[in-house]
Nanobody, 126 residues
Framework: QVQLVESGGGLVQPGGSLRLSCAYS????????IGWFRQAPGKEREGVSC????????AYPDSVKGRFTISRDTAKNTVYLQMNSLRPEDTAVYYC???????????????????WGKGTLVTVSP
């Protein structure tokens, strides 16, 4: 069965960096899309990065483009989210999620993914 386990969240100062990890099992990434989503208190969930196994594409919204990078290590069954130049507005619970692929990564930024991890909290504060 599909499982996703996030780690790496924590407290970081504005301008700092964090790398989140998502250990996945139960599927082959070549046939799935996988992404990072976040939800802050009182706000809607937002897709912040996606990778599509269909075509190898990645996608980011303007709010994080140039600061966040998604990457994968298929030997370790792990997907990463490198977050640089963090801002207080990046504070949220970050979730890893996946769904069967068939489209480019941009499609999945606002897609109701099929499987979700439990999330990891990122707090950006002085």
């Amino acid at each position: 069965q599909v499982q996703l386990v996030e780690s790496g969240g924590g407290l970081v100062q504005p301008g700092g960096s964090l790398r989140l990890s998502c250990a996945y099992s139960g599927f082959i990434l070549d046939y799935y899309a996988i992404g990072w989503f976040r939800q802050a208190p009182g706000k809607e969930r937002e897709g912040v990065s996606c990778f599509s196994g269909s075509d190898g594409s990645t996608a980011y919204p303007d709010s994080v483009k140039g600061r966040f990078t998604i990457s994968r290590d298929t030997a370790k069954n792990t997907v990463y989210l490198q977050m640089n130049s963090l801002r207080p507005e990046d504070t949220a619970v970050y979730y890893c999620a996946t769904a069967r692929a068939g489209y480019s990564a941009n499609y999945y930024l606002n897609y109701p993914m099929d499987y979700w991890g439990k999330g990891t909290l990122v707090t950006v504060s002085p």
